[in-house]
């Protein structure tokens, strides 16, 4: 059986800090040898929904989910959970409309935000962890996910987490098909990773997408 690349971790315009359209997102993912991106804007099901309605056989509606603490990632989402719930609440939310649930980039001082015992209460429960972020500056960081994984013997997943066209699939997934939230469980104990850190440009390039949102520039 031919086996899948995959995309974890990307984001559309409707992520503030992002620029690719649906659309781009789409063409891009085709271009370098994508078989299925989950588009995973923060906060947003707008880009992954209009992604997926361009292009089902591509694109797959997740979700970077904001909690009061960290944040979470959620593939196979079919409703929008709010923003800032506790995150044990949001956890609970995701799970009861049979989404996958991992912890994106947990322990990168610039975007963990979690507090260790709320960390260990939440690693038992989830379904993977993100071991490898691309934007994530601190190998120790990825390690220490990695790490987290080990210990509660979770499977492991990496992401781009691409907020411009150029770093889709810099990190990528190698793993059998699947076609829901349960046979994703199990085609990621069988998966192995292409892991590449993304350069420097690509912060200027999110702070210049936020500021552009701010000022009206582009919307969402």
Sequence with gaps: MPLWHVEFHAHTRASPDAWPTPAALVRRARQVGLHRVFVTDHNALAGA?????LAPEVALVGLELKTREGELLAYFVQEMVPPGLPPMEALDALKAQGALVALPHPLDPRRGHWRPETLERLAPLVDAVEVFNARTLSPRANRAAADLARRYGLPMLVGSDAHTLGELGRCRVILPPFHDAESLRESLRKAHFITRRAPLWVFVASRAAY??????????
Excluded at 211 to 220: E, Q
């Design 211 to 220: 500021l552009a949102y701010r000022l009206g520039l582009r919307r969402a």
């Design 49 to 53: 929904r209009q992604a997926h309605a």
